[in-house]
């Protein structure tokens, strides 16, 4: 950036060169980031799971203004060991099992680096035509890998996107149907009679999806699941909600069906599910963004059953495939549909490969317009440790979390209250017969609370069916047999603790 001029100002520092990216200097900085880093992985497990900081803490803690003058490196990750790691919750500990996990490993940091190195703004084919072509590369291996019809290949007449998040890859979709469906019905008055469907277990992301996508929210409809299909969709239920609609002179628009809810992995019947929506001309998606990864083995493979079926398919690499965050994988069997609905044209981008149309522009598949060289991490990933490894690392999340489930029908005071499918064990203390669902309930958010506080374990519950569930995810990177034994030693911990204080 050449010199800084200080001749204006009063201060007495000595006029010095300003180079923001001096190779050198990078190469002892960078050096001193991973060993930092290096050294918080390894001693991840000395920290509570669960920050145990006030709301505002850090407003005590920091300046109230940006530095004047340069900081040394030293100094800032010194206040990064005081200051922030304590206020961080660490989702790469061995002892998170709430909400999903959040995997990462070495290739992915590698790919990220490298990625980040590049800075790549990869809008159209030609601001870097290896992002664009490497990107295409990846997500035909990746749905080779699932065992996708060619339909949602580049290789066949489909294609995928890798997105930020689930958010929006429904977003995406939703608009690409919503105007596929007006450019015959208008958009003026069909507008408010379009309808879409989930379940009420389909993640809250869709609602605010549909809302974004301009569906009137009293026709964002959720169906109702329950224990008996283990909150799985009901197309008998799907068929009736339709039916209904259209003869209410409503325009059903668009299915999101899930595989691996949040709440307890449900798994929807895609084919089913499909044949419904095909009826009516619907917009299938299916949300695998936990679920998907799994099937990638074989035996789980049959969650995809009826895949062929639908539109579209995102999941998450970032949760279950050793990515980092953010990485969201999208196919679609007709581009075309989102090229179209989300093209911008300007004149500033306009060239003759684009203008050809021999080329990808993913600018026209997402809501932005810029975009990351994300395809690194996920070729590093892929590369680095095969499709046996990633097989190997997602049955070993599962087996765990089988051990887990054993230990927990192994005690007569805890029951497991959802069928476990993957690496989540829904499970609840409820030792006595008399009580009532509230009374249970109470039990279970103090077993909670003292789990949590302990800073040695981090879980996360929900509700479903009416029923006070506590969720045990296992899938963090460093996980291994010892802590998912140690967990559950807690946990009877707490379980004593809190129906000790019963009887106090």
Request: hydrophobic fraction near 40%.
């Amino acid at each position: 950036m050449g010199s800084l001029d200080l001749s204006s100002d009063n201060s007495s520092s000595p006029q010095r060169e300003f180079k923001p990216l001096d190779p050198e200097e990078f190469r002892k900085q960078a050096h001193q980031m991973v060993d930092f880093i290096a050294d918080y992985y390894k001693q991840i497990e000395t920290y509570p799971v669960l920050s145990q900081v006030q709301p505002g803490y850090l407003s005590t803690l920091l300046p109230q203004t940006a530095p004047y003058l340069p900081e040394p490196l030293e100094t800032i990750l010194s206040d990064v060991t005081t200051n922030i790691i304590p206020g961080m919750t660490h989702w790469l500990s061995p002892n998170f099992f709430a909400f999903f996990p959040a995997t990462v490993s070495t290739a992915a940091f590698i790919g990220e680096m490298l990625c980040t190195s590049f800075n790549s703004v990869g809008f159209n084919w030609l601001a870097s035509p290896a992002a664009t072509e490497l990107e295409m590369i990846v997500m035909d291996w990746l749905a080779n890998m699932l065992k996708l019809p060619n339909s949602f290949m580049f290789s066949g007449t489909g294609g995928g996107v890798i997105q930020n998040t689930t958010s929006e890859a429904i977003l995406v979709t939703l608009i690409a149907a919503r105007d596929r469906v007006l450019a015959t019905n208008g958009s003026n008055e069909s507008i408010r009679k379009l309808v879409v469907y989930c379940s009420d277990q389909t993640h809250s992301t869709f609602t605010k999806a549909a809302k974004l996508a301009g569906i009137t929210p009293c026709n964002i409809k959720s169906i109702p699941t329950n224990l008996d299909a283990a909150f799985s969709l009901s197309p008998v239920l799907l068929r009736k909600a339709v039916e209904a609609d259209v003869a209410a002179g409503l325009i059903p628009l668009y299915l999101c069906a899930t595989v691996g809810t949040t709440s307890t992995t449900a798994v929807d019947p895609l084919e089913p599910l499909a044949d419904v929506a095909r009826e009516y001309g619907m917009w299938v998606h299916v949300d695998a963004a936990y679920g998907g990864s799994a099937c990638i083995c074989p035996e789980f493979r049959q969650y995809f059953n009826g895949i062929e079926g639908v539109d579209s398919l995102s999941l998450s690499p970032h949760k279950w495939l050793l990515s980092y965050l953010d990485c969201c994988c999208l196919w679609v069997k007709s581009p075309r549909l989102l090229v179209k609905a989300l093209n911008t044209n300007p004149e500033y981008l306009r060239n003759k490969a684009s203008e050809s149309e021999s080329v990808v522009d993913f600018k026209d598949w997402q809501v932005g317009t810029g975009r990351k060289f994300k395809s690194l991490r996920l070729w590093l990933v892929l590369r680095s440790y095969g499709v046996s490894n990633l097989q190997s690392h997602i049955r070993s999340d599962v087996r765990m979390a089988k051990v887990f489930e054993g230990l927990v029908k192994s005690d007569p005071r805890f029951e497991i209250v959802v069928p476990r499918r993957f690496g989540l064990v829904c499970f609840r203390l409820n030792p006595f017969s008399w009580a009532g669902s509230g009374y249970t309930e109470l039990l279970n958010r103090k077993l909670l609370e003292w789990v949590n506080s302990s800073g040695r374990v981090y879980m996360t519950h929900t509700i479903v069916g009416g029923i006070y569930i506590l969720r045990f995810a296992v899938g963090a990177t460093l996980t291994e047999d010892h802590h998912v034994a140690a967990a559950w030693k807690l946990i009877k911990e707490g379980a004593d603790a809190v129906l000790k204080g019963r009887h106090n």
